[in-house]
Nanobody
């Protein structure tokens, strides 16, 4: 069992930045693929960015060049640095942890943190 706790969400103006954090319990964090997903009202949950245990990264096209995902295995924490935020980035952001080779849908989820981008 992996327990995930997100933090760092909030209200930010367009063009601003936020850094989300996800702290994970357990000693096997470093073996998991960690991902950030988001869900806007009326829309399906979608991948924002993910980072494997080996450090390989992937990003949604909609956020490429604006977000950086990173992990600190010593702190059992994954981060999502978001820059040049747009109103369409408004959503609840969820952290996900899944063992390598296991679909994210079968992994563990945090409770989510709200990000709102508005002037």
């Amino acid at each position: 069992q992996v327990h995930l706790v997100e933090s760092g969400g909030g209200l930010v103006q367009p063009g601003g930045s936020l850094r989300l954090s996800c702290a994970a319990s357990g000693s096997i964090f470093r073996f998991y693929t960690m991902g950030w997903y988001r869900q806007a009202p009326g829309k399906q949950r979608e991948l924002v960015a993910a980072i494997t245990s080996g450090g390989s990264k992937s990003h949604a096209d909609s956020v490429k060049g604006r977000v950086i995902i990173s992990r600190d295995n010593a702190k059992n924490t994954v981060y999502l640095q978001m820059n040049s935020l747009k109103p369409e980035d408004t959503a609840v952001y969820y952290c996900n942890a899944a063992p390598s080779g296991v679909p994210a849908s079968n992994g563990f989820w945090g409770q989510g943190t709200q990000v709102a981008v508005a002037s």
